[in-house]
């Protein structure tokens, strides 16, 4: 039906037209038609996606045509995305958040009729060919990683705002010739992480990229750490160095990873300052030379085990001169590992050693562990108990060997050489040199301290030996660097071990001090230079063990009426130990203040008149003043045919003295000088 539209008729007109024969002309039966009225509203648009920071036209049509078609827009989230009055939708970049956005489009002229169309927010994907040359990633951007990314050449720039996410195959690997360079800032920090916060990813490696441009400042990496990155036990890491790489990571976090949160092999560097380490199985693993790039300043909360893991098997090598920083937490031994060079260990450093590990400074090397009284340095086995790990060996003369204010303990596990007594926490081999003081030798399996012929401990002062299995043992041209400021509390044997064998030999004048301990003379020792014993001082002597004053030496024994002096059998039994042979004329060769005990296990030389806690021979001159004599086998003293001894209170016990001379060789019961 077609519309027409009339002008008012007027009635002249109206005449007219009946005037001509024509009538019953109708009128408009709709004068007034219904207006069209709104049936419903779609919205379509060219995609459903849109990407974080990108934009999408949204259309909305009003049906039926000829209606307004006029739309109001309106987004449900409107910090995520927003739509302008012409339908064109945009993508916050930030938050950088992918997910379901729903846009509604309004009838202006029936608001009770719309429709809606679901977006979804993406981030874009990342592929290794969009970053293998270098790429720049811009600020407030995110990004998919579904596969592995590499860098072969040129920089990848992350820019602050940025957010990658890796599917459980991913990961980032930075070539020797390629580089990272993700910089954020403290109000936009960069986000490596998984797409799903409950799956790991593999992590970031630098694989031999040695640049300075390697920046990781305001990162965080999580959830890494899925996979190993060689067939290794410890290449598990979100943030794994090979190769010599140099990389700096600052003011970062490494978080959640399923393993380490850094591993470091031995020729790669890298600094480490104010970075948090959270809920990773480890902290970080590292060769033995990188440790001198941890700051002080790093934090370490709720990982499962709180350790700096060091060294990858038993020939790791510190070869670069450096200095291991406290870092907060203690650096773990995981094996044998070698000084080569000088390292230094400062105040509040803890470390400890896994079981059976040991440290053995080369004759290249060298260990200055210096710490202060509040705040010493800690060297301990992983678990507290006896012999759970072996120790320290010191082949090196190094002037910079050093223990101050370090406390050590748990060693003792194993002997350093075939002989199965050489079980020490701190071994001294060959010529070797540290000094000691102020520290604490605690919890050995065996000796806390061997230290043989070679082995120099002058300044060995102020130090505590407590609950060891055997304090020390030394060779006695070495005792005379033990001061007798040392303490000695709780341990199974409570004497300092002197001589290793039945031809040791005192060669440089010294004097053996009181230590609140015996000596214990475990064998034949010679005597060939001056040795003074201080007042108060013990000797006690294994089974048959005894002293030979040659011709180049001298004893001189002097205590007071309050500390005597005192010789004796480790156990009270009559004829235990030998006694002391003097060969020498020297006037230095006086016993005061002194008891002799349990002496004469066997004669000094063939006949039946040759057993004596004394001997002088034809060639030694002894004075004694006050000297007291008991459970003897034999005589208290022998003189040899042209030998002195000349006595002032000689206390024999009851025990003769047996004089030789020419024809009249006699027992008697007082001294002959």
């Known amino acids: 039906m077609f519309r027409i539209s009339r002008a008012p008729i007027s009635a002249a007109a109206i005449l007219v037209l009946g005037a001509c024969g024509v009538t019953d002309i109708p009128l408009d039966p709709d004068p007034d038609p219904d207006p069209l009225e709104v049936d419903g509203v779609t919205v379509s648009a060219s995609s459903t996606e849109v990407g974080i920071g990108g ?86 951007t995110c990004y998919i990683a579904q596969s592995a990314l590499s860098v072969s050449d040129g920089t990848l720039t992350v820019e602050p705002g940025v957010e990658v996410s890796f599917d459980p195959s991913g990961s980032l690997t930075i070539g020797p010739d390629g580089r990272l360079d993700a910089q954020g800032t403290m109000d936009k920090g960069i986000v490596f992480t998984s797409t799903d916060p409950l799956e790991k990813w593999r992590g970031i490696r630098f694989n031999g990229s040695r640049s300075g441009d390697n920046q990781l400042m305001y990162v965080t990496v999580e959830n890494g750490g899925s996979d190993g990155w060689s067939g290794a036990s410890y290449s598990s890491s979100a943030v794994y160095l090979s190769g010599a790489s140099l990389v700096a990571v600052s003011s970062s976090t490494i978080r959640g990873s399923e393993s380490q949160g850094l591993t470091a092999l031995g020729e790669a560097e890298f600094t480490l300052t104010g970075t948090a380490f959270e809920e990773n199985a480890i902290p970080m693993w590292l060769h033995p030379n990188n440790l001198e790039g941890v700051g002080t300043d790093n934090v370490f909360t709720a990982n499962d085990d709180e350790v700096i893991r060091v060294g990858y098997g038993n020939t790791d090598r510190l070869s670069t001169a450096q200095a291991w920083p406290d870092a907060g937490i203690p650096y773990q031994l995981q094996d044998r590992m070698f000084v080569e060079a000088a390292l230094e260990i400062g105040p509040g450093v803890e470390i400890e050693a896994r079981s059976g590990v040991s440290l053995i400074v080369t004759s290249s090397g060298s260990l200055n562990a210096v710490g202060t009284e509040m705040n010493p340095v800690h060297i301990r086995g992983s678990e507290a108990e006896r012999g759970w790990w072996k120790g320290i060996q010191i082949q090196s003369q190094s002037a ?75 060779h006695p041209n070495r005792v005379g660097g033990i001061d007798g400021s040392n303490a000695f509390s709780g341990n199974d044997e409570q004497a300092v071990r002197v001589t290793f064998g039945n031809n040791d030999r005192v060669e440089d004048a010294q004097t053996w001090q009181s230590l609140g301990v015996p000596y214990l003379v475990v064998d034949r020792t010679f005597v060939e230079a001056a040795l003074t014993i201080e007042a108060g001082v013990t000797l006690e002597f294994a089974q048959g063990a005894h002293f030979i004053v040659t011709d180049e030496g001298s004893i001189n024994a002097i205590g007071t009426a309050l500390e005597r002096i005192t010789f004796r059998g480790r156990e009270a039994l009559a004829g ?20 002799f005990l ?54 024999e016990g009851g025990f003769q003295i047996y004089v030789y001379e020419p024809g009249n060789n006699r027992a008697q019961a007082t001294c002959p000088g």
């Open 598 to 651: 349990h002496a004469g296990s066997s004669g000094w030389f063939g006949g039946s008149d040759s057993t004596g806690t004394l001997y002088v021979t034809q060639d030694g001159s002894v004075v004694i003043n006050d000297v007291t004599v008991g459970l003897t086998e034999g005589y208290a003293a022998i003189v040899g045919n042209g030998g002195s001894l000349s006595c002032t209170a000689f206390d």
């Open 55 to 140: 934009t999408l036209q949204l259309t909305a049509t009003v049906s039926p045509f000829g209606v307004d078609p006029s739309v109001t827009w309106a987004s449900n989230n409107e910090d995520r995305l927003m739509v302008d009055t012409n339908g064109l939708a945009s993508a916050a970049l930030l938050p950088l958040e992918a997910g379901a956005v729903t846009v509604t489009a309004t009838s202006v002229e029936d608001p009770s009729f719309s429709g809606s169309i679901d977006l979804t927010i993406t981030c874009g994907v990342l592929v290794s060919s969009d970053v293998s040359s270098g790429a720049t990633l811009p600020e407030d």
């Open 576 to 595: 235990y130990w030998k006694g002391i042979e003097v060969n020498t004329v020297s006037a230095a060769n006086r016993f005061e203040f002194a008891d």
């Open 400 to 474: 910079s060997n050093v223990f101050s204010w370090v406390v050590i303990e748990d060693g003792g596990s194993d002997q350093w050489t075939g002989f199965g007594d050489s079980r020490a926490m701190v071994y001294l081999d060959g010529n070797s040199t540290l000094s000691i003081g102020n520290s604490t030798f605690r919890n050995s399996d065996h000796y806390a301290l061997w230290v043989p012929s070679g082995g120099d401990v002058s300044g060995l002062t102020d130090n505590t030996f407590e609950d060891n299995a055997r304090i020390m043992i030394v």
